[in-house]
């Protein structure tokens, strides 16, 4: 089904010429990445590394990029996971870096460009990225008003809520979609 290629990162897409993707499967591919994060929460070998970097694609035979199907690389060593971002970071002003990483996946998903090409100088320190550098830009995606404190994904509850209030919505809209268009993507 695949070529022998090598997979290409999610950030080297952005970086290609825009292609035609539709609102559809645009959807569906955040749809997926939700349900992703979901199944895989911050687990000690996700960890925080949960980015356009590590989120990769094969082509087909015919050399079209395979949306459908993202791969998540993620790291088995103890070294990778422990250099992780913690959950305990002092620095870190959300309450999950999960939750983080996936609002700004949406984000750039929906705009099909990196994070960093919505950037301005107020949103560095100094000059310097952060932790929290991205944060004004996604906060309305990750308000969380249902949480008090830091969120850890194995909690149950904290994964119902993720369930009713980012992947329900996303699902219905794919519906939608689907509905309107026959399927056709």
Known sequence: MYSESTPIALRELFNLPRPEISKQRKLALTLTLAYSLLQLYEGSWLGSVWDKDHIQFYRDSYGVVDLGRPYIEAAFD????????????????????????????????????????????????????????????VDA?????????????????ARDCIYRTIIEPLQSEV?????ATGGRG
């Open 78 to 137: 103890q070294d990778a996971c422990s250099a992780s971002t913690s959950l305990d970071d002092p620095e870190l002003h959300h309450l999950s870096p999960g939750l983080l990483s996936l609002g700004i996946l949406l984000i750039e998903v929906h705009r099909w460009k990196p994070i960093e090409d919505f950037r301005q100088v107020t949103d560095l320190i100094d000059g310097e990225v952060t932790v929290n550098t991205d944060m004004l830009v």
């Open 141 to 157: 995606c990750l308000h969380v008003p249902w949480a008090k404190a830091r969120v850890s994904l194995e909690d149950q509850g």
């Open 175 to 179: 519906n939608l979609i689907k509905q």
